[in-house]
Structure formats: C-alpha cells, structure tokens
C-alpha cells in the first residue's frame, strides 16, 4: 500500500505503523488525478465498483480519521496506477488484484465506512452505469 515508517515498540509487544505524510499527499495527488478517468475506462470490467467507490468517498472525506485515509489512499493508488502485479488489460484476471488489495483496505478501515460514503457510491454508480439498481446489497 502506502510506504510508511515504524516507530519503535511501544512496550506492548507491537510496533506502531505511522503512514508517511509525504505518501498519503502523493497518493492523494494521485489518485484525485487518475481516479475517475480510470473508472471511466473500465466501467464494465470491475466487479467491485460500488466498494471502490465508497472508499474512494471515503477517503476524500475530511472527517475521515488520517490513518484510514492513508489506508484507502494507498489502495486507491495500487488501482489508478498503470503498472501493478496483474495487468488489468487481461480479461479475467485483470483486476483481481486490484480487487484483493482494496477488499483488505476496505476491511482493515471498514469502521469509517459510513452509510453516506455507500449511499454516495450507489449513487454515482447508478449515474455512470444507467442502472436502476446498483446491483449490490446494501451496506451500514
């Protein structure tokens, strides 16, 4: 996802990951830039549009706590960017692993998903697509 540095152990056993504030500016950049010309493109080919776009609300969200959006940022950045691990112009598999790191974002973060980042997600989705249905169920 996003480079980050560790802080020392804290005592507990755990290091404590803090997100580089360079990265999360640059992948923010990034994927304000890209995102939506991205999707555009590929409308059709991803199955997981409407998670996509709800952590891309949610992490463009100022009242998003900044170790959730480093989070989301991060994965966001692995989607638009035009090299990653499979080339998403192959048919099948193109996106899978797109698809994984945003699944595990989405996850780790999925407390800051709010109800209005999905609603807002169903909305465009269904403005982009034409659908009546955004074809998913509904998320809180």
């Known amino acids: 996802m996003t480079a980050s540095s560790v802080s020392p152990f804290l005592g507990t056993g755990t290091a ?3 997100p580089d504030p360079d990265r999360v500016e640059r992948d923010e950049r990034l994927v304000r830039h890209r995102f939506w010309q991205k999707l555009r493109a590929n ?3 991803i ?3 409407e998670d996509l776009l709800a952590a891309y609300f949610c992490a463009t969200d100022p ?3 900044y170790r959730a ?3 989301l940022l991060g994965a966001l950045a692995y989607f638009v960017l035009p090299v990653d691990a499979v ?3 192959l048919l099948i598999a193109g996106f899978t692993d797109d698809a994984a ?3 595990a974002a989405v996850q780790t973060v999925r407390a800051n998903l709010t109800p209005s980042h999905w609603g807002r997600a169903k909305e465009v989705l269904r403005a982009e697509t034409g ?3 955004a074809g998913t169920a509904t998320r809180e």
């Open 43 to 45: 409308l059709h080919r």
């Open 16 to 18: 404590l990951t803090v």
């Open 69 to 71: 959006k480093a989070i």
């Open 87 to 89: 080339p998403d112009w």
């Open 101 to 103: 790191v945003l699944a």
């Open 47 to 49: 199955p997981f549009l």
């Open 131 to 133: 659908a009546d249905d």
């Open 63 to 65: 009242a998003t706590p």
